[in-house]
């Protein structure tokens, strides 16, 4: 997928999140350090890389002991997180696991969004990038369609983030 962003001259954040959930819950056994440290160091130069993508929603105490570790392979991109709403952001685990904490501003009316990244513009995040993670998908199955995506929501939940202060997407 690298090549082909490169190819298209788009950047990447790198889903890693399979290899690091195993190590911040756990700390990590010798293979797994040393697995991501392969891996790191394998796709780190590669033009079309823009961020390390390590967590979604939870992640574990040693949240802040893989942001190092990764950060010390390679200084020059940022490690990014998603997380369902902003309640959790300010946990310390967070502030110094991750560089931009991504919220995601998923569907559940047209303010959603605009409630979610204005809570981000406020102490402690107001210096940090508020990148929002839409929501660019419908929920499958039976009894999922409170959210289901359909193009003016999507567009609402665009333009709700940029207006309360987002600053990516």
């Known amino acids: 997928i690298l090549d082909t962003a490169q190819a298209v001259g788009m950047k990447v954040q790198l889903h890693i999140i399979d290899m690091v959930e195993p190590i911040s819950q756990s700390g990590g056994t010798a293979e797994q350090w040393t697995a991501l440290r392969n891996f790191v160091l394998a796709w780190k130069d590669h033009p079309a890389l823009l ?98 995506l359909t193009s003016p929501m999507f567009t609402a939940e665009l333009y709700s983030s940029l207006a309360a202060g987002g600053t990516g997407l």
């Open 51 to 148: 961020a390390w993508y390590i967590a979604d929603d939870g992640s574990g105490a040693y949240l802040p002991s893989v942001y190092t570790f990764i950060k010390q392979l390679d200084p020059y991109h940022l490690i990014t997180m998603a997380i369902a709403g902003v309640g959790d952001a300010w946990r310390p685990k967070y502030f110094s696991g991750v560089d931009v904490i991504m919220p995601e501003t998923y569907p559940r009316a047209p303010p959603g969004a605009y409630e979610t990244m204005e809570i981000m513009a406020r102490f402690p995040f107001d210096f940090a990038p508020r990148i929002s993670c839409l929501m660019a998908w419908s929920p499958a199955g039976p009894g999922n369609n409170e959210a289901a």
